[in-house]
């Protein structure tokens, strides 16, 4: 089967899998870019990732713009689309709540919205802190009664990319109960390099803290023993999205991308540490000191991180059932998560940390 797909934040890291793994199944893919005419570069990229580049195809606009600044011929094509992905987001820590809620918030309730207009189905990317309750109702989310929730509060509790991507999860939910529309949501834990190549983009959370330890700034662990960080591979998740956008089934189901065999954090600084050479660190230190530490500007600048990172780091276990016999049915195999983490050290010291010793 070949299908028309609209693609939202195809030039970041999910979505470049995505293109590539979309196109390689005979899909022609429009991607939303806000340079169109950076194009040729994101082709470039789709053939090395060994996706199908000529069925790529750029689409001008903008989360943040009107009608998500399409041109009138341009909406008409993207009305022949029988999937929608939406993975545009501004991902970073320290943003402002006015914009992260422009681009995260509003920005999906307008891809929510041509979804359901044109009766494409929606696969929009949450976040597994979606599925961890109790850190829900902690932090204020009425999840019975979304419209109770007292955003500003959750904003200024969790930091503007989280609250915004929650924010973003019930107003897209909102949109499409109000427009008989389909979606399905699909919450990616910490995602990790590609399984076999170890591909993943600099910027990336998974970076940051390989390159932390790298650069020695890692003296203790975050958090005690059972402290993890979630995490699940870039071609599982996106394989699970594209099988999700076809199945008919999952019209209205939420799906969680997540590997339960993750090790925990001290087990994964140490896989890191073992597969490029580095110390690891023995010793703990507690959430809440960290947190404090990292209110601390220089603190925060010489660690490369915000206190924000801090609520992805948790004890919480995750109930994966649900997926693993979505993936049996359609024969998506999970990859082994240790050694995909270990390639993606060995990618990272190559590509990220070799760019940070010749700067
Ligand atoms: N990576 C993770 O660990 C992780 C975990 C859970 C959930 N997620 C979610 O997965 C999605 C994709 O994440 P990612 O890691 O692939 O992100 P990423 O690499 O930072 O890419 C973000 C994408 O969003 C686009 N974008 C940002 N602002 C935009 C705007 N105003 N208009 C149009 N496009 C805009 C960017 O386009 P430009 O090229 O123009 O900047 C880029 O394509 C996000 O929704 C994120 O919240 C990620």
Same mark, same amino acid.
């Given at each position: 089967?070949?299908?028309?797909?609209?693609?939202?934040?195809?030039?970041?890291?999910?979505?470049?899998?995505?293109?590539?793994?979309?196109?390689?199944?005979?899909?022609?893919?429009?991607?939303?870019?806000?340079?169109?005419?950076?194009?040729?570069?994101?082709?470039? !990229?789709?053939?090395?990732?060994?996706?199908?580049?000529?069925?790529?195809?750029?689409?001008?606009?903008?989360?943040?713009?009107?009608?998500?600044?399409?041109?009138? @011929?341009?909406?008409?094509?993207?009305?022949? /689309?029988?999937?929608?992905?939406?993975?545009?987001?501004?991902?970073?820590?320290?943003?402002?709540?006015?914009?992260?809620?422009?681009?995260?918030? =509003?920005?999906?309730?307008?891809?929510?919205?041509?979804?359901?207009?044109?009766?494409?189905?929606?696969?929009?990317?949450?976040?597994?802190?979606?599925?961890?309750?109790?850190?829900? !109702?902690?932090?204020?989310?009425?999840?019975?009664?979304?419209?109770?929730?007292?955003?500003?509060?959750?904003?200024? %509790?969790?930091?503007?990319?989280?609250?915004?991507?929650?924010?973003?999860?019930?107003?897209?939910?909102?949109?499409?109960?109000?427009?008989?529309?389909?979606?399905?949501?699909?919450?990616?834990?910490?995602?990790?390099?590609?399984?076999?190549?170890?591909?993943?983009?600099?910027? !990336?959370?998974?970076?940051?803290?390989?390159?932390?330890?790298?650069?020695?700034?890692?003296?203790?662990?975050?958090?005690?023993?059972?402290?993890?960080?979630?995490?699940?591979?870039?071609?599982?998740?996106?394989?699970?999205?594209?099988?999700?956008?076809?199945?008919?089934?999952?019209?209205?189901?939420?799906?969680?991308?997540?590997?339960?065999?993750?090790?925990?954090?001290?087990?994964?600084?140490?896989?890191?540490?073992? /597969?490029?050479?580095?110390?690891?660190?023995?010793?703990?230190?507690?959430?809440?000191?960290?947190?404090?530490?990292?209110?601390?500007?220089?603190?925060?600048?010489?660690?490369?991180?915000?206190?924000?990172?801090?609520?992805?780091?948790?004890?919480?276990?995750?109930?994966?059932?649900?997926?693993?016999?979505?993936?049996? %049915?359609?024969?998506? @195999?999970?990859?082994?998560?240790?050694?995909?983490? =270990?390639? *993606?050290?060995?990618?990272?010291? *190559?590509?990220?940390?070799?760019?940070?010793?010749?700067?």
């Amino acid at each position: 089967m070949s299908a028309e797909c609209f693609v939202t934040g195809g030039t970041g890291f999910i979505g470049q899998h995505l293109l590539a793994h979309l196109s390689t199944k005979g899909h022609t893919v429009r991607v939303l870019m806000r340079h169109p005419e950076r194009i040729a570069a994101l082709r470039e !990229q789709i053939d090395s990732l060994r996706g199908v580049a000529g069925r790529v195809f750029a689409v001008e606009g903008d989360l943040e713009k009107h009608n998500l600044g399409l041109c009138l @011929a341009d909406r008409g094509t993207l009305k022949n /689309a029988k999937a929608v992905f939406h993975l545009g987001a501004h991902f970073a820590w320290g943003l402002s709540p006015e914009h992260a809620r422009a681009v995260n918030v =509003e920005g999906a309730r307008r891809v929510a919205l041509l979804a359901a207009e044109q009766k494409s189905r929606l696969v929009m990317v949450g976040g597994y802190m979606l599925r961890n309750h109790e850190h829900l !109702q902690r932090i204020g989310i009425e999840t019975r009664q979304p419209e109770l929730t007292q955003w500003p509060a959750v904003y200024r %509790r969790v930091g503007a990319y989280e609250a915004s991507k929650l924010e973003a999860h019930f107003a897209t939910l909102d949109v499409m109960s109000t427009h008989g529309g389909q979606v399905t949501i699909v919450h990616p834990a910490t995602v990790c390099g590609h399984s076999r190549t170890g591909h993943i983009l600099d910027g !990336q959370p998974l970076v940051a803290l390989i390159r932390n330890l790298a650069q020695g700034k890692l003296t203790a662990v975050p958090g005690s023993a059972r402290h993890w960080l979630p995490l699940v591979t870039v071609d599982y998740l996106i394989e699970l999205m594209s099988a999700c956008a076809f199945d008919p089934s999952m019209a209205g189901r939420e799906l969680l991308a997540l590997d339960d065999r993750s090790p925990n954090l001290r087990d994964l600084l140490a896989q890191v540490g073992q /597969a490029l050479g580095f110390r690891s660190p023995r010793h703990h230190i507690s959430l809440g000191l960290l947190r404090l530490l990292l209110h601390i500007p220089p603190v925060a600048r010489f660690l490369n991180s915000s206190a924000e990172a801090l609520d992805f780091i948790q004890t919480t276990r995750f109930d994966t059932l649900e997926t693993e016999q979505f993936a049996d %049915r359609h024969g998506i @195999a999970k990859p082994d998560i240790r050694q995909s983490l =270990e390639r *993606t050290a060995i990618f990272v010291n *190559t590509h990220c940390l070799g760019k940070d010793r010749t700067r």
